[in-house]
């Protein structure tokens, strides 16, 4: 049964202050579930990386409150937020932040190492989270010796290997072509429907819309509105 993963009721962020002050968010309220891949899209400068900060605990809202898993985290000082997103989150981002002297099996041990988990089970682990990516096989190589879809495909292993139940992802098509882009997009709807987890994406990218169940769309720092996704319309006949 899918549940909620993140809740945000009436969100306001105003960045700067004085005659440099944007209200980047105005009023946002979204609901994300385990099992659902979401797509936000909209025009640069709407406040979607804003909202994406906000949601991933990375930014304080200026008003409103954000529930995580049903922890609320405006009650929260740094270090259990820091705790929080450990838990609960994975982030992608477009340019995949691997450490180039690392192989693609330490890139995602770190997260582990992070968290104090440096066992032989933490190995086993990491090993899994690129077997569910489809790339074990090169587990030993290093980044430079890797495809742009297989980079990605590493930066995914990393962002599931604790177990987040909600994966934010911030334009993870943006650097691949069509085809790895593709691939990309059906390893996070996977991620979503077989290991019920919750994705959020973050997009400019028209070719990505049928892997979603919705697309909520933003302006201006508001959500203007929301849509059944193509994958969930498919699944209607």
């Not at 990386?49 to 529930?67: A, E, K, N």
């Not at 985290?73 to 450490?99: D, I, M, N, W």
């Not at 691949?176 to 991620?191: E, F, K, P, Q, Y």
């Amino acid at each position: 049964m899918s549940k909620f993963v993140i809740e945000a009721v009436n969100i306001t962020k105003v960045l700067g202050s004085g005659a440099s002050q944007v209200k980047a968010l105005d009023g946002v309220n979204l609901s994300l579930r385990t099992g659902e891949l979401v797509l936000l899209m909209g025009p640069s400068g709407c406040g979607k990386t804003t909202l994406l900060s906000v949601l991933g605990c990375m930014l304080s809202p200026t008003q409103g409150v954000v529930r995580l898993s049903g922890h609320l985290t405006s009650r929260l000082g740094p270090e259990q937020l820091a705790k929080l997103r450990r838990e609960y989150l994975g982030f992608v981002f477009q340019s995949y932040h691997l450490f180039p002297t690392l192989s693609a099996l330490d890139n995602v041990r770190l997260t582990l190492d992070v968290r104090r988990e440096r066992s032989k089970q933490a190995t086993v682990k990491a090993k899994n989270a690129l077997s569910i990516v489809n790339i074990a096989h090169k587990a030993e190589l290093y980044p430079q010796e890797l495809s742009t879809g297989e980079q990605q495909r590493v930066a995914i292993a990393r962002s599931i290997v604790g177990g987040a139940a909600m994966l934010l992802a911030d334009e993870p098509t943006a650097a691949l072509d069509s085809a790895n882009g593709h691939s990309i997009m059906t390893v996070l709807s996977r991620m979503a429907r077989d290991f019920s987890r919750g994705v959020l994406v973050v997009t400019h990218d028209p070719r990505i819309l049928p892997f979603a169940d919705r697309i909520i769309r933003m302006e201006d720092g508001r959500i203007v509105g929301e849509e059944r996704g193509l994958r969930h319309a498919n699944e209607l006949h």
